[in-house]
């Protein structure tokens, strides 16, 4: 709902492209930062109370966004309503409880649907909105809604969250089964000083520092020449000190157990570019849309929202069925066809970005190659990781997706704001052609990256599938 009013935050409030790309970052830190634990804490308490409780933050977080009279109240209002992606994850297991392996990809699409279902609703709804009563009204108009699945929550879902063996293909996954005999079944009897604190909080601050970086090193010379190699300085340390926290850490964030298996950690970087791709094209679009011609389509919020719309309606189609064809053929076929498809159509997105309908063509083919990527991946995920881990692991991947998702506006908004040209007769200045080419053409390169990962998925699992029989075969003799 807020994406087409990101251009009319900008003018109100007068801030660059780069602090802008934090509107959309600071909600996907946040997210990060929360999914792990929130996975913990359902392990412990149960996925219905922690739903619940994660619910009232995110209405809380919502309500603030209304009345937000400056960029950093709306951004602080964003971190909290941040903390509500940590739900997704818990709605992940809640659907791994209740389903049988064989209908687990149906679920997962059905899943994704609702996403896409979501935003949908949102685009044509906000961008209503926002042209007739303005930006901060979506939020208004969120918290009843938010108010009335809350009730909906407490009344219909029942935690039927169970712990059960599950046994792992012979020759993989080693690491995994010796930690599960020193842990197995007692994960919900970790009380909460077991969760990770310390991490935490060097997970965001590497985070926030290696995204501050990023958006404005190209601007040290107006904020300070000794702030950004400081700020590096702390992001480096951060992260040692994360990576050493995690290793001796019980009750990680990060279960570096989990990321030594190739499958798992190859299918997250699959997922992290698939959300990193995804979310620089959901700052750029409104951006390039609501800027004056020749440099944008001078267009409104309805118009910005129509252009992405077709993005929103294919992911719809194609995510339950994308469920169905992983739930048939497997998981990577689909993953290998999705990545190539996505790649064409950023591609296209690179060439052809000249009017409104060439972009939502293009816009429109990346959803369909997202749609099979992000289900193919997740599944590849939740198959191949032990049921008593599920949470966590869960927990991990959604983590490291809104990492990726949070580089993306950051990605964006260097561009923009690095080369921007003035227009007569038009007050302030606006992102160049230029900048939205070599936004597209960064996300082409970038989205390679996901097609060779899931050629090597294919090798590396045949490889271990051929071992596998070897193994059944020579017991049974």
């Known amino acids: 709902m807020l994406l087409p009013g990101i251009p009319d935050i900008i003018k109100e409030f007068g801030i660059s492209y780069d602090t802008s790309s934090w509107i959309l970052s600071s909600y996907l830190i946040a997210g990060a930062v929360a999914t792990p634990i929130a996975g913990r804490l359902s392990d412990i308490f149960g996925r219905k109370k922690m739903v619940t409780i994660i619910m009232m933050i995110y209405i809380i977080g919502i309500s603030l966004g209304g009345i937000s009279s400056n960029v950093t109240f709306l951004i602080i209002a964003r971190v909290i309503q941040g903390i509500g992606i940590s739900m997704f994850p818990i709605a992940f297991g809640i659907i791994r409880d209740q389903l049988p392996k064989e209908k687990l990809a149906v679920g997962v699409g059905i899943f994704s649907s609702m996403f896409a279902a979501g935003s949908v609703v949102g685009l044509a709804l906000g961008s209503s909105i926002i042209d007739n009563f303005g930006w901060r009204t979506t939020f208004f108009s969120i918290i009843p809604i938010a108010i ?9 879902i029942q935690d039927n969250q169970y712990r059960e063996k599950e046994l792992s293909l012979p020759h993989q996954d080693t690491s995994i089964d010796r930690q599960k005999s020193c842990s197995e079944g007692n994960i919900k009897g970790n009380d909460v000083k077991s969760i990770d604190i310390k991490g935490t909080i060097a997970l965001a601050l590497t985070i926030t520092s290696f995204l501050f970086v990023l958006s404005y090193s190209h601007q040290a010379n107006a904020i300070g020449s000794y702030l950004i190699p400081m700020i590096v300085l702390v992001g480096v340390i951060s992260l040692i000190l994360f990576i050493i926290i995690e290793t001796k850490s019980q009750s990680p964030l990060v279960n570096l157990q989990l990321l030594r298996n190739k499958t798992i950690l190859s299918a997250n970087i699959i997922l992290v570019i698939a959300f990193l791709c995804m979310f620089t094209v959901f700052q750029t679009i409104p951006v390039m849309v609501r800027s004056p011609a020749p440099l944008g389509f001078g267009g409104n919020a309805v118009t910005s929202a129509g252009i992405q719309l077709p993005f929103m309606i294919v992911f719809l189609l194609f995510a339950p069925s ?14 290998i066809i999705g990545s190539i498809i996505s790649t064409i159509g950023f591609f296209g997105l690179f060439l052809f970005h000249s009017t409104g309908l060439l972009v939502a063509i293009n816009l429109a083919i990346v959803a369909a190659g997202l749609s099979l990527m992000q289900v193919g991946g997740f599944d590849i995920i939740l198959q191949r990781t032990p049921k008593e881990f599920a949470g966590i692991s869960l927990g991990m991947t959604v983590l490291f997706n809104l990492i990726g998702g949070s580089i993306g506006p950051a990605i964006a908004g260097i561009y923009m704001q690095s080369n921007q040209v003035i227009i007569k007769g038009v007050n302030g200045s606006f992102p160049s052609l230029e900048s939205y080419s070599l936004i597209f053409l960064t996300i082409v390169l970038i989205s390679f990256v996901p097609i ?26």
């Open 322 to 335: 994308s469920g169905y064809v992983v739930s048939k053929i497997g998981n990577i076929k689909p993953t």
């Open 452 to 477: 060779l990962f899931a050629f090597f998925l294919r090798k590396n699992l045949m490889s271990l599938s051929s071992q596998d029989d070897l193994y059944i075969n020579g017991s049974r003799k």
């Open 148 to 156: 009335g699945l809350w009730f909906v929550i407490r009344r219909i």
